[in-house]
């Protein structure tokens, strides 16, 4: 397990160089841990190193891990950090029909691209009486195969998800592409956190609106250079 500790010290120091480089207060980042195909093990001590922001890509996934760690922590009475501590983001797509499994596990959903996802949402939070936080998914990278809307109907959509009563837009996400072109990534990240900068002149959101998560295990550096306030990391942490 010191692997792991060496690791998050790695990344943690790489996010400290990358905020020295542009004159930002690595505070404002904050380390959202991806724990796909990582063991109960390994996430349960990136707990114990006090870093609570989980992210799963996929629904069933999401459940089954959240329930494994939480009776896990829930039978280790010395565990210093309570399974009501840990905060679980989707961070996939998300279908409308499997809403409502996990809206009462998760704090964040990141993947918003659609009016319909939103409004099914909305009606889910209603009937468990919250407003649940989330981000707008934008394809700034432009490719076909990726989810996300375009940045020229983000604000649009944008305006329709605040009318919503249950549901709060927070901030916006986005993925570069798979590419060691620096130039190509850093050019998707800088239109995420320009469209975010208009979208906030504009007032098309609210006072709420202060998260740009952005910055993967291969990228992550070049997405704090360029504003990103939340990174998703996995295999940087688990596998090296």
């Known amino acids: 397990m010191l692997k792991i500790a060496e690791r998050i010290g790695r990344v943690k120091g790489n996010i400290n160089a990358a905020c020295a480089k542009v004159g930002r207060n690595p505070l404002e980042v ?4 991806v724990t796909k195909s990582a063991s109960i093990d390994a996430i349960e001590e990136v707990i114990r190193l006090g870093y609570i922001d989980l992210g799963e890509n996929r629904v069933q996934q999401l459940k089954k891990v959240s329930l494994q760690i939480e009776e896990s922590l829930q039978r280790k009475a010395s565990s210093p950090t309570p399974a009501s501590k840990v905060r679980w983001h989707m961070i996939g797509h998300l279908q409308r029909n ?12 990141h993947s918003i691209d659609t009016l319909r996802l939103a409004e099914e949402i909305n009606s889910s939070a ?3 009486d919250f407003s649940i936080p989330v981000l707008l998914q934008v394809n700034t990278s432009e490719e076909t195969q990726k989810f996300g809307v375009g940045v020229g109907a983000a604000s649009h959509l944008a305006e329709q998800i605040e009318t919503l009563p249950n549901v709060m837009l927070v901030g916006l996400m986005t993925m570069a592409p798979l590419t060691h072109n620096k130039d190509v990534i850093r050019k998707c990240f800088v239109r995420a956190r320009e469209l975010f900068v208009e979208m906030k002149g504009e007032k098309t959101v609210g006072p709420q609106f202060t998260e740009l998560s952005m910055g993967m295990s291969s990228d992550y550096q070049i997405a704090v250079e360029e504003g990103a306030t939340i990174l998703r990391i996995g295999s940087a942490i688990f596998s090296g």
Do not use: E, G
């Open 30 to 33: 904050k380390l959202v841990v």
């Open 126 to 128: 209603a009937k468990l």
């Open 98 to 109: 499997k809403v409502r499994q996990i809206l009462s596990v998760i704090t964040l959903i």
